[in-house]
C-alpha cells in the first residue's frame, strides 16, 4: 500500500491521507472544493464548488498515476439536494466515462462546503 500526497490538491484537514493506492487502485478521500493554493474555499455556488472539486480530484488522481477517466466508482455528497440538477450539469463535464456512482444530501460538509466527492480508480 502506498500514500499518495500532493500538494496540486487540498492538504487532509485530520487524520487521514488524500489518498491510497492499493494494488491497481487508487482510493481518494473525499475532496471539498478548497483551493490548493490558498487554503480556502473560494467559490461560494454549487457549480464554482463542483468545479474546484474536480480539479482537485484530477489532481490528486494525476499525482497517483491514474487520471479522471479512470474513475470506476465516486460517491457524491451534497449539501442541499436541491443542487443536484447544477451539480450534474458540472459533474457531467468531467467524469465523462460516466463511473459508478451514488449521491446523497447530508447535513453538513467540512469547511461549510455545498460539496464532497471522493472517488475510486484505476491506474
Do not use: H, W
Not at 500500500?1 to 490538491?9: D, P
Not at 488522481?61 to 487520471?67: D, N, P, Q
Not at 468531467?94 to 444530501?105: D, E, I, L
Amino acid at each position: 500500500m502506498e500514500t499518495v500526497n500532493t500538494k496540486n490538491a487540498p492538504a487532509a484537514i485530520g487524520p487521514y491521507s488524500q489518498a491510497k493506492i492499493c494494488g491497481n487502485l487508487v482510493y481518494a478521500s473525499g475532496q471539498i472544493p478548497v483551493n490548493p493554493l490558498s487554503g480556502n474555499i473560494e467559490k461560494t455556488d454549487i457549480a464554482g464548488q463542483t468545479e474546484q472539486v474536480c480539479v482537485n480530484i484530477a489532481a490528486l488522481l494525476e499525482a497517483a498515476g491514474s487520471g479522471i477517466e479512470k474513475v470506476v466508482k465516486t460517491v457524491c455528497f451534497l449539501s442541499d439536494i436541491n443542487d443536484f440538477a447544477a451539480f450534474n450539469a458540472v459533474y457531467e463535464k468531467f467524469f465523462t466515462s460516466k463511473p459508478a456512482r451514488s449521491c446523497v444530501a447530508v447535513k453538513d460538509i467540512p469547511k461549510g462546503a455545498l460539496v464532497e466527492i471522493e472517488c475510486i480508480a484505476e491506474i
